[in-house]
């Protein structure tokens, strides 16, 4: 399998790219940003590039790549809503129409997140954007899904690069094992988020639909542990 990873320097890109790394099925992974990862690896090859939209920038080609994991974005905390759909929605779809004109077999996975809006008509701002972003993916014509996780815990020393998460986590950190006896399916281990996009790019794994929460991300990465 041949996989564009978008978002590796975040928490849950860089979780989805160990994960990759680590996984035998998994035979390349072009990671696309803006940013360096500092990571070395014969499977990894980085595009370091301002717009990372720009896919002939990048050197792809299409018909070469199995899935593309969409782990790129931002917190809509303190953004308009035209700031934050050109960072989300408009971005998103960028990278997402030509995959799809010229690759109708690829697996598209993005995440989006728990209260998404698929009305796109709620009160929340940054649930509306993702629900229209959502929408319009599953419109393309490629295997799609919506991975909607809720609490993404990291582990195995995957950081995160955002200075808010980082706070958070330190914060809510020790009441992370509270949460998951209460509500175990709410907390996703951030192995699990790469494990669970794997399967779901993997032929013959029976995916309970298109848009996935926390229970069917943390069943598919378990799924994908035990295989």
Known sequence: MNVILFGATGMIGRGVLR????DDSVDSVLAIGRTPLGVSHPKLRESVQQDPSDLAAAGVDPAGYDACFFCLGVSSLGMKEEAYRRVTYDLTLAVARPL??????????????????ST??????????KGKTENDLLELPFRAYMFR???VQPVRGVPSKAR???AVYAVAGPLIPLVRRVAPNLVIPSEAMGRAMIAVATPGTEVPGHVLGPADINRLGESRDQA
């Open 164 to 166: 808010i998460t980082r």
């Open 149 to 151: 996780p809720g609490i």
């Open 19 to 22: 994960e990759c790394l680590r």
């Open 120 to 129: 796109e008509r709620g009160r929340s701002m940054w649930a509306r954007v």
């Open 100 to 117: 799809a004109a010229a690759n109708p077999g690829l697996t598209f996975v993005y995440v989006s997140g728990v209260g998404t809006d």
